[in-house]
């Protein structure tokens, strides 16, 4: 029933987004979006440079999270984070197939188990560099700039809320086996014995490998500096005002949220182009500025996209069937516990 839901609802969606970017496209103006697209140039191949960082911090990330005997390459994850993230992009509701895809891809180096743990952990690991990235990011917004009242109200909000998740997960967290407590009695032997096995390359990692899990940080905190770095390029081609590196924090945490929230809208249609024409109205640079923005991250998402895709192709699998490996390796492991 939820697969079957899943469609007509991803098409409503999208259809909103399309119209909100198209509603707001107008209200900004065509031609004043346009021109601020065209300054960009050539520019966009440094900003394509520079989003490469991303998949590929994350990619070394989730080979530091392989624990035991078992090794991860580095160019096999990527592909797989690439081939993933590109499923991520084009199906809608695609976050709920885009991590299992990824483990599915480098079975023949991992077991699906322990490739699942290791992907859990780094998403862990980048979950809670998130909530520091917006954390700061909303201080910043507070204390550095006049917001208007709706947005204001979402800076306070959002690190009430975050320091609520983390007193919650270090309060779950000081419990041994949580999962195993919650689900253990639906399930027989073997699967609970596969659950705890679970829990202990998840939730024993830092315990076990603490350095290792400072440098994890690190290369997450490098994801979300090159983020920032991206935004500030693009906004130095397409704006006429001058931007600040603490304006393009303030647009990254944005966007971070957005992504967060609306990542089951393909590309978040829409999404980004009112959030980000909205703040760059309050920062001083121009809505124009900040849909050119938005517009500029979804080439660089198409490029990427287009990388996955072709990587796919290389690798003699069609999307279908691909998504369909990815059903029965999940399907198999849940039966199995």
């Known amino acids: 029933m939820a697969r079957r839901l899943m469609a007509p609802l991803s098409a409503i969606f999208t ?10 496209l107008w209200r900004t ?12 140039g050539v520019g966009f191949l440094l900003v394509l440079l520079i989003s490469g960082v991303r998949p590929a911090v994350r990619s070394l990330a989730w080979t530091r999270c392989v624990e035991g005997d078992e090794r991860l390459g ?3 994850a990527l592909q797989a984070y690439l081939i993933g993230d590109s499923l991520g992009n084009l199906i809608p509701f695609g976050i709920v197939v885009s991590e299992p895809t990824k483990v599915v891809l480098v079975r023949q180096s991992l077991p699906f188990v322990h490739g699942l743990a290791a992907i859990t952990v780094e998403n862990l690991f980048y979950s809670l560099s998130v909530m520091l990235f917006l954390f700061a990011g909303s201080l910043a917004l507070l204390f550095s700039f006049a917001l ?14 975050i320091l609520a998740l983390a007193i919650a997960g270090f309060y ?17 032997e073997r699967g609970r014995e596969r659950v705890r096995d679970f829990e202990r390359r998840v939730f024993d990692f830092y315990r076990k490998h603490g350095s290792r899990a400072w440098a994890i940080l690190l290369l997450e905190a490098i994801y979300h500096l090159s983020s920032v ?5 693009t906004l130095i081609f397409v704006s006429d005002a001058m931007p600040t590196p603490l304006k393009a924090f303030a647009f990254e945490a944005v966007n971070r949220i957005t992504t967060v929230v609306f990542k089951f809208i393909p590309f978040r249609i829409g999404i980004d182009e009112t959030s980000t024409g909205l703040l760059a109205s309050v920062l001083g640079l121009g809505a124009a500025s900040g849909v050119a923005l938005a517009i500029t991250r979804k080439g660089r998402i198409l490029c990427w996209t287009a990388v996955g895709a072709l990587l796919l192709a290389w690798r003699g699998l069609s999307l279908r069937e691909l998504i369909a490996e990815t059903q029965r390796a999940t399907a198999n492991e849940a039966e199995s516990n």
Do not use: C, M, W
């Open 29 to 40: 103006g065509v031609g004043n979006v346009a021109q601020a697209v065209a300054q960009l």
């Open 148 to 161: 208007p009242k709706f947005l204001r109200l979402s800076a306070i909000i959002t690190p009430i809320a």
């Open 74 to 76: 580095f160019g096999e």
């Open 229 to 233: 770095l991206e935004a500030y390029v």
């Open 172 to 188: 779950f967290s000081r419990h041994d086996a949580p999962l195993s407590a919650l689900f253990g009695r639906f399930l027989h």
């Open 15 to 24: 259809l909103a987004g399309l119209l909100l970017f198209a509603y707001y």
